[in-house]
T-cell receptor
């Protein structure tokens, strides 16, 4: 089967950072995407990674280790408005994405 | 950014009722998808299509039919709705199968 796992919840403090983890076990790998989703709204694309290493995109950075089936989304200089759910999605067979259940990030003052 | 619209935005029906959810994308994407989202399960793929007249089965297809009438339009049909189908439904589109997906605003369906 296709498994994409994320922790349910994560809390952090405004002005600091948060790391959202994602582990996957799929029959193939053709890339991994991160989406942000606010309560009751549609997921919004944030980042896509296909090569190992850290991809720095400013406020959001993503890391991938294909050999370990692991990725994380790093949010720096957190703001209250970063409070949302973050979804990890793996493309394993060119046709569909397999989504994790999402991590709800709460940023406290 | 891709434009994906859904209608209706909210729908209430009764058990056994007939419901059609509509999705339209205006960016000439080939792939379109229907998902449901429930607390604790995340996004689950119901059906998808890679072109007009094509239909592929997703992970949770039972109780759902779908039809892709044109490149722009993808419909989800619940012919005998059940309370277990109460959910938030999202449509999405992408240029190719593994490409970034763009989501519509969602339809909240309540089956009484």
């Amino acid at each position: 089967g296709q498994g994409v796992e994320q922790p349910d919840n994560l809390m952090s403090v405004e002005g600091t950072f948060a790391r959202v983890n994602c582990t996957y076990s799929t029959s193939g790998f053709n890339g991994l995407s991160w989406y942000q989703q606010r309560e009751g709204h549609a997921p919004v694309f944030l980042s896509y990674v296909v090569l190992d290493g850290l991809k720095d995109s400013g406020h959001f950075s993503t890391f991938l280790s294909r050999s370990n089936g692991y990725s994380y989304l790093l949010l720096t200089e957190l703001q209250i408005k970063d409070s949302a759910s973050y979804l990890c999605a793996v493309n394993s067979n060119y046709n569909v994405l397999y989504f994790g259940s999402g991590t709800k990030l709460t940023v406290e003052p | 950014e891709a434009a994906v619209t859904q209608s209706p935005r909210n729908k209430v029906t009764v058990t056994g009722g007939n419901v059609t959810l509509s999705c339209r994308q205006t960016n000439s994407h080939n792939y379109m998808y229907w998902y449901r989202q429930d607390t604790g399960h995340g996004l689950r793929l119901i059906h998808y299509s890679y072109g007009a007249g094509n239909l592929q089965i997703g992970d949770v297809p039972d109780g759902y039919k779908a039809t892709r009438t044109t490149q722009e339009d993808f419909f989800l049909l619940l012919e005998l709705a059940s309370p277990s189908q109460t959910s938030l439904y999202f449509c999405a589109s992408s240029k190719t199968g593994g490409d970034t997906q763009y989501f519509g605003p969602g339809t909240r369906l309540l089956v009484l």
